[in-house]
């Protein structure tokens, strides 16, 4: 049986998954290199959101040292997703300027277009 | 307790601080001068460390004094002050190494990144190994993995751009899987220190959100460590890298992330009994065989040089993973040992392929005919290492077989054994392919052209790794006193 | 003499360390010094017998002389023990060893051999690594110089670069080192996780410890493992690697590497299973069965064979399962008469290759049924050829019979009616197939080659050149010799089972 107050309770959950199966289905499926990128971007938000919800706490505040606050929501798990942005960024601006390098040296940034260039030149080579 | 001993941060922060430098010098002479003393220090700092660790126990250092498990803390055991001394020699070898090699491969106004991602890597992959917090080691897996991607992207054949990219996308998925394992146990237990992990984690063991972190654990770690059959972007990305960065990646990033995996199941779940609760060992086991006889089988039929040694490694990742998957102490003791041992030899051989490729710029089996001829000192390391792979005696390699074997001999698992043995002559079997044409076929037509004498700039650091692997295939004993210390140390015995 | 100079520990590790530095010598000196190389060799090879043969008296007298070279495991040592068996097999190679560097220097600079330097560095590797083999004190280092004799005969037996010769290579490779490695290794790491040691002890390390049908297959592991006996199946290596120049094929035959094999056969089965074990046990049966059919077949595809070379080799692949047989038999006697039989072997064997090759550096002929008459134009050479011939079989005045002797009188001794059967029966196919080669040699008319053949050049040809020659004289003398005064092996050999 589903337990409907449950499935409310847990949709921060919900859309984690749902969020993090979308951009894992992009990553694999789509054969164009930004998609792809866009797709992975999908995929680490749905962390980040993860992380961020966790920290909440029913009814805390914000963490601000203040004496009127008796609940705090945990900083810690905000703090630590802080970092894993900026890396994502790092990761995302890097992606993307390989792209901008792959689509200068194939002239395309369809996979299996790449691919077919890649195994014509084995071909050769052999 | 002992004090924070400010070494161990030494070993993070000087490569990462000597990375902008680097940058900031624009220069390609200049740079390499800054990896090169860098280098060199880290490898004294690191085999200082080992010696104290070996001796006193373990190394503390806590960030901006907090202490664990609220502020991060870098801690040095055996295992890691092992793996430490690799990262650190095999970057002391490869910098030298890499002045030439670079220069032949990648564009000239680009080589001081070349230096400048090298340390960040080098800055990473030892951060991994001295921290202490699972975080942290995210944090610092991600600055070796973007590292080397850059690193690789650098090749020189268009292919290197689509290998890193692929590397980047499975990198990046492994590294995020890495993180939701993390997010979980968090989630469960509030701490990201392993030691504290380590102390929290029976409670809750049997819960599934637990299930779930170990399982996104362990296959965003085996996406790093290229576990058959999540290797496929290893192949490609060794062979088109250049060739010092390939010698680098080969002997360094795949053994840190096996250490990720140690941690993870021998110090985070220490305290569980981890292979009784799950279904872990026939999976790991399957995979190691797995990729111990499919890796080797289409090492086999390579042709390029590189991407045949970049399969041997996938199938040598599996002897480790194997020698983990027993989790008795030999076995660890074995898969360690084996850590070591293939750092020696792959970089062995990966840096003997690009001296290769710089005098002669060969790349494919058939062009090296007659090369054992034209450069027989190189091609001499070469056979050392090949031989290193099969598990000869006097190797290093014949080291890590004999633990190995033992081991499952141990454990009562002589099929295992024996399917070691087997395997280790499909490495027979590829070994030979280049000696016969190195030595042997066609030897009444002309060698192939030396386009390049080759510097001594490249022999020598080829040699070092050669005659290591020779050194540790005969005085076992320390390297296997120490694994198995660590093993002892990690099974919980200490 | 020597030991006045140099302690013994010396002696041993520098029969080790001679061959190599000889080999450095060699290669320095190299195509340019042509005569000076050849002088390096030869002076190190009787260098090297000296070293060896100053142990023997201390051998025989009961010493056991042991020197541990490096700690390669923890606990586990690199080490080097002269025990009679070991002492006999390493005067046979070294002794050999002479011979056969004056016999190269005729074949090599006769045929005009490419890469001769490499050929003499790789011969003094593999004499090393046989001397490793003789002296090791534990299996660990038998293991060790086993495997680095596989490796450095290598180059040896792919020395032409043709590709009949890689061919030939990858057969040699593949089934040696297959076997070791499949076989060997793991036989050796279950012995150490049995017993904890690897030491060669008198009266063997698995006594109490292994049980019926362990036994067997721990026995079935050593002896298949030990693919340089070359037991049938395993036997493939040994004609595939006849591609090889003729010193190379004296030097696999006769000095170094099937003796390695068989002599590692004994030794496991005396010092680490030990003979009583095996008796209680009755673990060995189907290695008597084993060797008795390698003997008869061997001989049988022998007789077929019209390759001179290949025929001696199937004739070396029955007559090293003699050794096996004869250390099989367990009766303390015959494992003496397998101990001879290395040595008598050794020597018959080394004259027929060196006849073979003789033959064809002179006359360019390999195979048997071109030799008509050839013994008229060649006398010494087939002089030497029948005295070798009549040792495989076994007559008398060859060191053959007694060996043959021992091993049938061990036979009797424990009134096995198999075995005595197959001596037998193998003697009359070894006089089958080597009596015809003497008689068409001496008796027959020769036949003249057609002016257009190939090799018509050789047609008006004499003896081989004169170290060939002698060499071969030599080792015929040694094998009537041995006959008359067989004490060394023999004693060596009851040394071995008496204490």
């Keep these: 049986m589903i337990d409907i107050p449950d499935l409310i309770g847990l949709l921060n959950y919900w859309v984690v998954i749902v969020l993090m199966m979308s951009g894992f289905y992009v990553v694999i499926a789509q054969g164009n290199l930004i998609k792809k990128i866009v797709g992975l971007n999908i995929f680490q938000v749905s962390v980040f959101v993860f992380y961020i919800s966790m920290g909440k706490i029913e009814g805390g505040s914000a963490p601000i040292l203040d004496d009127a606050i008796e609940i705090y929501s945990n900083p810690l798990p905000h703090v630590l997703i802080l970092t894993a942005i900026v890396v994502g960024v790092a990761t995302t601006a890097l992606a993307l300027a390989l792209v901008v390098r792959i689509n200068a040296a194939y002239g395309t940034i369809e996979e299996d277009e790449i691919q077919a260039i890649e195994h014509e030149e084995e071909d050769v080579a052999c | 307790m002992l004090t924070s001993d400010p070494w161990l941060i030494l070993l993070v922060v000087v490569p990462l601080l000597a990375a902008p430098v680097c940058v900031l010098l624009r220069n390609a002479t200049a740079a390499w001068a800054v990896a090169l003393v860098v280098s060199w220090s880290i490898f004294g700092i690191a085999v200082k460390l080992l010696i104290q660790v070996l001796e006193q126990g373990e190394v503390f250092y806590r960030i901006g004094g907090w202490d664990a498990p609220w502020g991060i803390e870098y801690k040095l055991d055996p295992l890691g002050a092992f793996v430490v001394v690799i990262i650190a020699t095999i970057g002391a070898v490869v910098i030298p190494y890499a002045k030439k090699s670079v220069e032949n491969e990648i564009q000239k106004e680009r080589i001081y990144l070349f230096y400048t991602m090298m340390l960040l890597c080098i800055s990473g992959l030892l951060g991994i190994t001295v921290t202490g917090d699972a975080f942290n080691l995210f944090v610092f897996l991600e600055i070796s993995s973007l590292s080397s991607y850059v690193l690789i992207s650098m090749g020189q054949d268009r292919r290197a751009l689509t290998a890193a990219y692929r590397y980047l996308i499975m990198g990046t998925i492994g590294a995020t899987f890495y993180i939701i394992g993390v997010g979980l146990m968090y989630q469960m237990t509030g701490s990201l220190n392993f030691a504290d992990l380590s102390t929290i984690m029976p409670a809750i063991a049997d819960t599934r959100t637990v299930l779930a972190a170990l399982a996104f654990l362990t296959v965003g770690i085996s996406l790093k460590l290229a576990l058959f059959p999540l290797h496929m972007w290893l192949p490609n990305a060794y062979t088109f890298a250049p060739s010092a960065v390939t010698a680098f990646l080969a002997a360094t990033a795949t053994k840190v992330s096996l250490y990720v995996l140690l941690r993870i199941f021998f110090t985070v779940f220490g305290e569980v009994d981890l292979f009784a609760t799950f279904p872990l060992q026939p999976v790991l086991i399957g995979m190691a065989l797995a990729g111990m006889f499919l890796a080797s089988l289409s090492a086999i039929w390579q042709e390029n040089l590189k991407r045949m040694m970049a399969y041997s490694s996938v199938a040598q990742i599996g002897y480790m993973v194997l020698g983990v998957a027993l989790a008795t102490e030999a076995g660890l003791a074995g898969g360690i040992i084996h850590l070591f041992n293939h750092a020696l030899v792959k970089g062995t051989a990966f840096l003997a392929i690009g001296a290769i490729i710089y005098s002669t710029g060969a790349v494919t089996l058939r062009d090296l005919r007659g090369v054992g001829k034209s450069m027989p000192l190189l091609m001499a390391a070469f056979i050392v290492a090949g031989l290193g792979l099969i598990g000869v005696p006097l190797t290093a390699g014949f080291v890590s077989k004999w633990q190995l074997v033992t081991a499952t001999l141990e454990a009562d698992m002589w099929p295992l054994a024996a399917l070691i043995l087997l395997s280790s002559l499909l490495a027979v079997i590829y070994v030979w392919r280049i000696f016969e044409v190195a030595y042997l076929r066609d030897s009444h037509l002309a060698p192939v052209k030396i386009i390049k004498k080759l510097p001594l700039s490249m022999l020598i650091p080829t040699w070092i790794l050669a005659l290591a692997s020779l050194y540790f295939g005969t005085h076992a004993t320390l390297t296997m006193d120490i694994a198995h210390t660590a093993a002892r140390q990690l099974m919980g015995g200490m | ?499």
């Design chain 3, 1 to 499: 003499m020597i030991s006045a100079y140099l302690s013994q520990a010396a002696v041993i590790q520098l029969t080790l360390i001679l061959p190599l530095l000889g080999g450095l010598m060699v290669w320095a000196l190299g195509e340019r010094n042509r005569n000076l190389r050849e002088a390096a060799s030869l002076i190190t090879a009787i260098l090297e017998f000296v070293l060896v043969a100053s142990l023997t008296s201390d051998v025989l007298d009961g010493g056991r002389p042991s020197v541990d070279m490096l700690e390669m495991f923890p606990g586990l040592m690199l080490t080097l023990t002269v025990e009679p068996l070991g002492q006999l097999f390493a005067l046979i190679a070294s002794g050999l060893w002479i011979v056969n560097t004056v016999y190269s220097i005729g074949y090599m600079r006769g045929n005009k051999e490419l890469h001769q330097t490499r050929f003499y560095v790789c011969f003094t590797l593999a004499i090393s690594s046989a001397i490793g083999i003789a002296y090791s004190g534990n299996i660990l280092t038998m293991f060790v110089f086993y495997e680095v004799l596989t490796l450095s005969t290598y180059p040896l037996v792919t020395h032409s670069g043709r590709p009949e010769a890689i061919k030939g290579g990858r057969v040699y490779l593949g089934i040696l080192m297959a076997t070791s490695i499949g076989f060997l290794f793991l036989a050796m790491l279950w012995t150490y996780n049995i017993t904890g040691t690897l030491d060669f002890q008198s009266g063997g390390i698995l006594a109490d410890k292994v049980h019926g049908p362990e036994l067997a297959v721990l026995l079935f592991l050593y002896v298949f493992g030990i693919g340089k006996a070359a037991m049938m199946p395993v036997h493939r290596w040994l004609p595939a690697a006849m591609v090889a120049p003729t010193p190379v094929s004296a030097l696999l035959h006769a000095v170094a590497v099937v003796k390695a094999g068989v002599f590692a056969v004994v030794k496991v089965i005396v010092y680490i299973f030990g003979l009583d074990l095996l008796v209680d046990a009755r673990a060995d049966d189907w290695l008597i069965l084993v060797a008795a059919f390698t003997i008869i077949s061997a001989s049988i595809i022998a007789l077929r064979q019209d390759n001179l070379k290949r025929r001696l080799a199937y004739s070396t692949i029955s007559q090293l399962s003699y050794v096996i047989l004869g250390a099989a038999i367990l009766a303390p006697i015959s494992v003496a008469g397998a101990a001879m039989h290395m040595a008598a072997h050794a020597f018959g064997k080394i004259t027929l290759f060196f006849a073979a090759g003789a033959i064809y550096t002179a006359a360019h002929k390999t195979k048997v049924s071109e030799l008509d008459g050839i013994g008229r134009t060649m006398p010494f050479t087939m002089g030497a050829f029948a005295i070798g011939a009549l040792s495989m079989i076994g007559l008398p005045p060859t060191a053959g019979f007694i060996s043959k002797w021992y091993i049938l009188s061990g036979a009797l001794e424990t009134s096995n009616a198999l075995v005595i059967l197959v001596i037998i029966a193998s003697t009359l196919l070894n006089a089958a197939y080597f009596l015809p080669i003497i008689y068409v040699a001496f008796f027959k008319e020769p036949q003249k080659r057609h002016k257009n053949a190939p090799h018509y050049e050789f047609e008006n040809h004499g003896e081989a050149p004169w170290p060939m020659v002698l060499a071969l004289c030599f080792t015929a003398l040694g094998t009537i010799v041995l006959f008359f005064y067989p004490e060394v092996p023999l004693a060596l050999g009851q040394a071995l089972v008496g204490d």
